[in-house]
């Protein structure tokens, strides 16, 4: 993994390298966390994240034992905005599969001040603060949680990469604080 920082932009970059002759599987994402409020003049309730399409993403919600379960719950519909409140991580992560966006920006309804946060080729992204927490999480996964369904075989869990022999893998995500 290497950080690297660009005028007003974080990037970080995963590198995966299969030094074996034989398949490898993995998964990887990220955990970042955003302080949110961004200001001492504005409260948690003040915040949005704001995607770049219009979304009808469904949420696949997760179980007590942190398994996604097998059927998906509506939550965007034709809208590209989600208010940030404590209520909404109240039933854990939001985790979404197959969004149109590639960009999601946090922003505030009382300044001008968020960030920019950039998933270009995660096909899974997570959403999470935890109870109480002053903070979001955004996290962009290649690879997801097991379903409470998956017969234990990690060829066969959903998200997981296939890296062949003595090759090698990479992906990245940005954010920019504007």
């Known amino acids: 993994v290497t950080y690297s920082i660009e005028k007003d932009i974080l990037r970080v970059d995963y590198q995966i390298k299969n030094t074996g002759a034989n398949e490898m599987y993995f998964s990887i994402g990220g955990h970042p966390a955003f302080k949110v409020p961004l200001t ?5 309730d ?3 994240l704001q995607f770049e ?3 009808n993403a469904l949420r696949w919600p997760i179980d007590a034992g942190g398994l996604i379960e097998n059927k ?5 519909n034709n809208s590209s905005r989600i208010d940030i409140s404590h209520e909404l991580f109240k039933k854990d992560a939001l ?27 995660f096909p899974f992204l997570g959403l999470w603060a935890a109870k109480g927490g002053n903070f979001v999480c955004i ?17 066969h869990k959903e998200g997981i990469e296939q890296l062949s022999g003595r090759s090698n893998w990479s992906r990245a995500w940005s954010v920019r604080c504007f």
Not at 40 to 44: E, G, I, N, P, W
Not at 72 to 76: D, G, H, I, M, Y
Not at 104 to 118: E, I, P, Q
């Open 95 to 121: 985790v979404f599969k197959g969004l149109a966006s590639r960009r999601v920006s946090l922003k505030s309804n009382a300044h001008n001040h968020g960030l920019d946060f950039n998933f270009e080729e």
């Open 139 to 155: 996290e962009p996964w290649c690879g997801i949680a097991d379903s409470v369904s998956h017969n234990g075989e990690l060829i």
């Open 46 to 48: 003040d915040y949005y």
């Open 72 to 76: 998906a719950e509506p939550f965007f």
């Open 40 to 44: 001492d003049q504005t409260s948690y």
């Open 53 to 55: 399409h219009t979304e």
